[in-house]
């Protein structure tokens, strides 16, 4: 796949960012810590780290839904204090309207936006269509499985046409075999709608075979550890000499964060 002409303007930037929590028990959690990152225009910038490292905390702050204790987020310059249109969201607990069908969940975010309904049932519809889930437009979402539900709430992300994609872990309830054809998709409408994706996942493979960037988090509290900037062109092949090497060595440098080692 081809690119293009690369756009080089950052888009978003995270300057020293660090987040404390408290504990009922009064115990202080450094979540995030000083964590500096500059993500380019369609840009495709993976996270990888331990469980429990942060990941989902900067996402969170990333998507203005929670403060950064110091440092800051900036869309375009502009620090992120609340949700903001032009950030879209697909997350771990990511719930749909359990009261709309399918199909009027995707077209939410458009009838929000004032789009007329025609037009927004047909972007609705080809967004069910992308993720494969056409046949059940008019179903619930509590008749549909967790990964049924995660492919809807990903056409919905897509449908309301946002700048950036922050994505965390959206695949991680998906059949194998689903997960690779999403992988496909979601590059396919990043290369063809120059989106800039900013997606969190604990399989390393997914985050060689997707990103143009792989960040490595360290274990609590997350400071970034190394980014990995991945030359391969795409589609990408796993049969690769350089996929395995790069996947083996994020593994171990995850592998000795997890056993609590220095390098
Ligand atoms: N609202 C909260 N109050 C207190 N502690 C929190 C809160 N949210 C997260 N934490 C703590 O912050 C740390 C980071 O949590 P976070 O969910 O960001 O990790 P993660 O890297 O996304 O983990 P995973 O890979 O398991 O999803 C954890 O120790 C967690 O217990
Ligand atoms: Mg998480």
Same mark, same amino acid.
């Given at each position: 796949m081809s690119r293009g002409s690369i756009d080089m303007t950052v888009i978003l930037s995270a300057n020293q960012v660090c987040k404390i929590f408290w504990t009922n028990n009064g115990d202080r959690i450094r979540a995030v810590d000083t964590v500096c990152l500059s993500v380019m225009e369609n840009d495709f910038v993976c996270i990888v780290g331990p469980s429990g490292c942060g990941k989902s905390t900067f996402l969170r702050i990333t998507a203005g839904l929670e403060p950064a204790s110091s440092g800051d987020v900036r869309f375009r310059g502009l620090e992120i204090k609340k949700p903001?249109? &032009?950030?879209?969201?697909? !997350?771990q607990e990511y719930s749909l309207f359990p009261w709309l069908p399918v199909i009027d969940n995707v077209a939410s975010g458009p009838e929000f936006a004032g789009m007329k309904k025609a037009k927004r049932l047909d972007l609705a519809r080809h967004y069910l269509d992308v993720v494969g889930m056409t046949e059940f437009a008019a179903a619930f979402p509590h008749e549909l499985s967790g990964g049924m539900r995660q492919r809807v709430a990903i056409a919905r *992300? !897509? *449908?309301?046409d946002p700048e950036i994609l922050l994505m965390d872990e959206p695949f991680g309830s998906l059949d194998a075999h689903t997960r690779i054809l999403m &992988?496909? +998709?979601?590059?396919r409408i990043w290369e063809t709608h120059r989106k800039t994706i900013l997606f969190v996942t604990h399989s390393v493979? +997914?985050?060689?075979?997707?990103a143009d960037r792989v960040v490595v988090m360290s274990a609590r509290p997350g400071k970034i550890k190394e980014i990995h900037k991945i030359d391969m062109g795409r589609p990408r092949s796993r049969a690769n000499p350089s996929y395995g090497e790069l996947t083996d060595r994020i593994l171990q440098q995850l592998e000795q964060e997890v056993m609590g080692l220095k390098n």
């Open positions: 903001l249109p &032009q950030i879209g969201l697909v !997350f *992300a !897509f *449908a309301n &992988q496909k +998709e979601l590059l493979d +997914e985050a060689v075979y997707l």
